[in-house]
């Protein structure tokens, strides 16, 4: 069964910005650290952001950091990554996905395509 | 930053068989090591973590082990829905990272 839901991706300029959301219709969100990946086509997995179940805490990998910013809202029972200054190289399928040690549910993933 | 290598690229297994997988980390990270496997045009899911234990509802012919920078997954006799790509990935410390994969293919 789906537990995890993305949504919002789509076809965006190179510079243009994007806010992608990761929605559960059966867990409690805040009881979990919640993290994005991503999968270029054709590609391996990257890690890219991740957030405690509090929120207090954040973490980016380099090659978005500045750029992208992860948030939740525990009242929505939702988790959002804001991407700013989109590249090609952005292009992806993102996926979110509980953490407590490792990843251990994951959503289907939503595509964002950076057009140049 | 921890580099995950994993080995081979692709794996030609007939069903039955044993498969066995293997991935090196540039620097030790304890048993911190996750193994996932992934169909095409499907989400990753969650196979081993801790290096050897099995994640909630993965069969017994899945088993993974080692510590330190060296670790395996072993399959140890495939079936035809264990035909996919496999990733392991290091949580010990940020950036979380993951390797390359092995693709496993019927022979």
């Known amino acids: 069964e789906v537990q995890l839901l993305e949504s919002g991706g789509g076809l965006v300029q190179r510079g243009e910005s994007l806010r992608i959301s990761c929605a559960s219709p059966?867990?409690?969100?805040?009881?979990?650290?919640m993290n994005w990946l991503r999968q270029a086509p054709g590609k391996g997995l990257e890690w890219v952001s991740g957030?405690?179940?509090?929120?207090?805490?954040?973490y980016y990998a380099d090659s978005v950091k500045g750029r992208f910013t992860i948030s939740r809202d525990n009242s929505r029972n939702t988790v959002y990554l804001q991407m700013n200054s989109l590249r090609a190289e952005d292009t992806a399928v993102y996926y979110c996905?509980?953490?407590?040690?490792?990843?251990?549910?994951w959503g289907q993933g939503t595509m964002v395509t950076v057009s140049s | 930053e921890i580099v995950m290598t994993q080995s081979p690229g692709t794996l030609s297994v007939s069903p039955g068989e044993r498969a066995t997988l293997s991935c090196r980390a540039s620097?030790?990270?304890?048993?911190?090591l996750a193994w996932y496997q992934q169909k095409p045009a499907q989400a990753p899911r969650l196979l081993i973590y801790?290096?050897?234990t099995r994640a909630t509802g993965i069969p017994a012919r899945f088993s993974g082990s080692g510590s330190g920078t060296e670790f395996t997954l072993t399959i140890s006799s495939l079936q035809s829905e264990d035909f996919a790509v496999y990733y392991c990935?290091?949580?010990?410390?940020?950036?979380?990272?993951f390797g390359g994969g092995t693709k496993v293919e019927i022979k």
């Open positions: 801790g290096a050897s």
């Open positions: 059966g867990l409690i969100l805040s009881n979990y650290a």
């Open positions: 996905a509980t953490r407590s040690n490792a990843f251990n549910m």
């Open positions: 990935q290091q949580y010990y410390n940020w950036p979380l990272t």
């Open positions: 620097q030790s990270v304890s048993s911190t």
């Open positions: 957030i405690s179940g509090s929120g207090d805490d954040t």
